[in-house]
């Protein structure tokens, strides 16, 4: 990825929820040094990773603990982050529309 917007929303997160740190660090320099094309390209590094409707993806976070979800841009190679929080406020959302 060439850009992931914002980092700033995962900072915010893991100042909350310290135990979160790493694995979102983890997974924001793994997306930032992908060339990720597709979905599948996606699903290919994190398999447990959940495809939706218009490009958006959920990953599970420490154990399933945390939810991020990311809405792609492929073709510009953009990241936009639309949610992370706790699995239990992840089930209180609709992921395919937020």
Known sequence: MKRIFAKSTLRA?????????QYLKTWHDSAMSSDWKTPNDVKKKYVNASILKS???????KGNSYRLIVKFNFEKQWAFIRFIDTH????????NAI
Not at 13 to 21: I, N
Not at 88 to 95: E, F, G, L, V, W
């Open 55 to 61: 490009s958006r993806i959920v990953f599970n976070i």
């Open 13 to 21: 997160f893991w100042m909350k929820h310290s135990d979160s740190e």
């Open 88 to 95: 239990a406020q992840y089930d209180k959302i609709n992921a």
